[in-house]
């Protein structure tokens, strides 16, 4: 593996990469902004004023230039459905989104890890299987169906059951309307709203982890120095611990930077189902008005949040393992 | 990997049958394949069997939402009931059912197609194409599966061909990683430089001697891809980007579905059931063929 310098500049190639790929898969497509934009009878004239406005004028390559020194200057350009800069929106919707993924990514990888390796200790045991087979079900629901059912959970199920108001969980939204909350009431609130959308990313994601994890551990108690180690008397924390763990760690943290793009992503549809006002559901409007440099500032900072993750298991790893560090 | 490592990858074709025929049956593969295959049969003959026309839209008011095991008017069963516009939801799904699994296995037959090749040519002709290919793969790496999907499906229309192009498009950069890692280790082997000496030509080198001992891994992930391209078809469906009604996807049914909740959640229960199984009955599969090749853990006994 290389110095972390060059994997830095690696890391920003491949985001100007990204960048002209998406331009070019946003450019070439079929349809033209502009005419989407305008009056059906507007006049050549001023389709042609409103195409210098998009910066939509000059030959394809031109208007890469002008796109890219406006980037690299950190201005994403104007949303056309939202008369408002990329950056104000994307802004907006971001803390959500840093929210939702940041709490769910922790808590997966906590649950993941701790069931993986509580799995992993007692490969082949009954509650091993079981929690495999459960874990393999529910990393196959799709997200957006599991939000639907606790959806119905939380409004028919819970009218059903007669629970009082306070144990009733907000469906819809991060706040609740028309209340102006302030302080310690305005946290709790939003917390209420977190607790489905949550629920589904970080169970989802936690069966996923917990699925490498218990491979990786159980790999690292088949190795010879940990049988040797069992054999020379330590306790067995003290060998998960010093033996097991160690070891076992690298993949961990490997798929925890690779699972950042399905928890970026995979946000979409929580978003979508719960009327999350983040990044997710920021793309689809954006996607379905053709609010194209919304769309392309979205692309970006996605490529951007992978490629750094990817670049920070990295480090770790160095870190971790000195045999990578050649 | 330390059970890969040891096995040469020119013995496992003399090894497999032994081994095969000494242990059980992998269980997953079994459960696996009956879950697919049962699922498979009632994509093929269910839409035959079950009552009423599953696309075209009839006698609404006498028909519509009926809860499951109800019979309708003419006495027809409906086993998993009816949705709003009195169409069999069992018939639907199992409809559903060919053009959901059709989608995923084609997109990752594609995507898989398109991987070995890159993997392949970029290994084998080294230099700049090796680096080109290698910086294409890492951009749409770069960008998640999901976005990459919604972009282009939005933008360049959606539909049945658009969806199974996208998958294909995202979805073979895994695979050519794989393919290349695998022929550059194989390249090395001493057959190869034998074949080499005795004058086999390069196109037919890799494509005789080399790719066949290459392909091993790639299957498994080609495996586990069916049910990732599954549920991403759904996705985009549920969204109206994928198929679009009144074909039934398992995705636009549950969208479908969404409306009836509360007063009918069988509608979109059941192709969410559907899915869940599919994806399960892949991802079983996959382990099981990982498992047998050394790729993860011991299967649990």
């Given at each position: ?249 690298a993949p961990i943290v490997v798929l925890v930077g690779l699972s ?67 | 990997?330390?059970a890969a490592a040891e096995t040469s990858p020119v013995l496992p ?289």
């Amino acid at each position: 593996m290389r110095r972390p310098l060059s994997r830095l500049s690696d890391a920003l190639v491949l985001l100007w990469l990204v960048a002209t790929l998406t331009f070019l898969l946003v450019r070439l497509a079929p349809g033209d902004p502009t005419t989407m934009l305008v009056a059906p009878d507007a006049s050549a004239e001023v389709i042609g004023r409103q195409r210098v406005a998009f910066g939509l004028d000059g030959s394809l390559p031109a208007q890469y230039g002008r796109w890219l020194g406006a980037v690299l200057r950190g201005d994403l350009g104007m949303s056309l459905s939202r008369a408002q800069p990329v950056r104000t929106v994307i802004a907006e919707a971001l803390p959500y989104s840093l929210w939702l993924g940041g709490m769910s990514l922790a808590g997966s990888v906590l649950f993941g890890v701790l069931v993986g390796g509580w799995q992993a200790r007692r490969a082949g045991s009954r509650t091993d299987v079981t929690l495999t087979v459960l874990g393999t079900v529910v990393y196959a629901a799709p997200h957006f169906w599991l939000a639907l059912g606790l959806v119905v959970l939380a409004t028919t199920g819970a009218s059903v059951l007669g629970l009082p108001a306070w144990a009733r969980l907000p469906a819809f939204g991060a706040a609740t309307p028309a209340l102006e909350l302030s302080g310690w009431a305005a946290f709790s609130d939003l917390l209420r709203h977190s607790v489905l959308p949550l629920l589904v990313l970080t169970l989802t994601g936690a069966a996923g982890i917990a699925r490498y994890a218990r491979a990786s551990l159980a790999e690292a108690w088949g190795a010879p120095h940990v049988t040797t180690a069992v054999a020379r008397g330590i306790a067995p924390s003290d060998v998960q611990r010093r033996y097991v763990l160690r070891n076992a760690l690298a993949p961990i943290v490997v798929l925890v930077g690779l699972s950042l793009p399905g928890v970026v992503a995979g946000s979409v549809f929580v978003e979508q189902v719960f009327a999350w006002p983040g990044l997710g559901r920021t793309m689809l409007g954006a996607i379905a008005s053709r609010d194209y440099p919304v769309v392309l500032g979205l692309t970006l900072l996605y490529a951007a949040v992978v490629i750094s993750a990817n670049l920070a298991a990295d480090l770790v790893l160095l870190r971790l393992d000195p045999r990578r560090r050649t | 990997m330390g059970a890969a490592a040891e096995t040469s990858p020119v013995l496992p074709a003399l090894a497999a049958p032994t081994r095969v025929s000494r242990r059980r049956v992998d269980k997953r593969l079994v459960a696996g394949a009956t879950i697919l295959g049962l699922l498979a049969i009632g994509a093929v003959i269910g839409p035959w069997l079950t009552p009423g026309d599953p696309i075209g839209i009839g006698d609404v008011m006498q028909t519509r939402l009926l809860s499951p095991f109800s019979r309708s008017v003419d006495g027809s069963l409906h086993l998993l009931g009816t949705d709003a516009f009195g169409r069999d939801v069992l018939g639907r799904l199992l409809l559903a059912a060919r053009l959901s699994i059709g989608v995923g296995v084609a997109g990752s037959l594609l995507a898989a197609a398109l991987g070995v090749m890159v993997g392949a040519v970029g290994a084998w002709a080294g230099g700049w194409v090796d680096r080109v290919l290698l910086a294409l793969g890492d951009t749409l790496l770069a960008v998640p599966r999901l976005v990459l999907l919604l972009v282009i499906a939005a933008l360049w229309g959606p539909g049945l061909p658009t969806v199974v192009t996208v998958l294909a498009l995202t979805g073979w950069m895994g695979v050519a990683r794989l393919v290349r890692a695998e022929v550059l280790g194989v390249r090395a082997l001493p057959y190869v430089e034998a074949a080499r000496a005795l004058g086999v030509a390069p196109t037919r080198l890799l494509l005789r001697h080399v790719l066949p001992n290459a392909l091993g891994s790639a299957t498994v992930a080609v495996t586990l891809g069916v049910g990732s391209a599954i549920v991403l078809e759904s996705g985009l469906s549920f969204l109206g980007l994928g198929i679009q009604p009144p074909s039934p996807s398992w995705g636009n049914m549950i969208a479908g579905g969404r409306d009836w909740l509360l007063t009918a959640p069988w509608i979109a229960l059941a192709p969410g059931v559907a899915l869940v199984l599919t994806v399960v009955g892949s991802t079983l599969i996959g382990d099981a063929i990982g498992a047998a090749r050394g790729q993860s853990v011991k299967p649990p006994r």
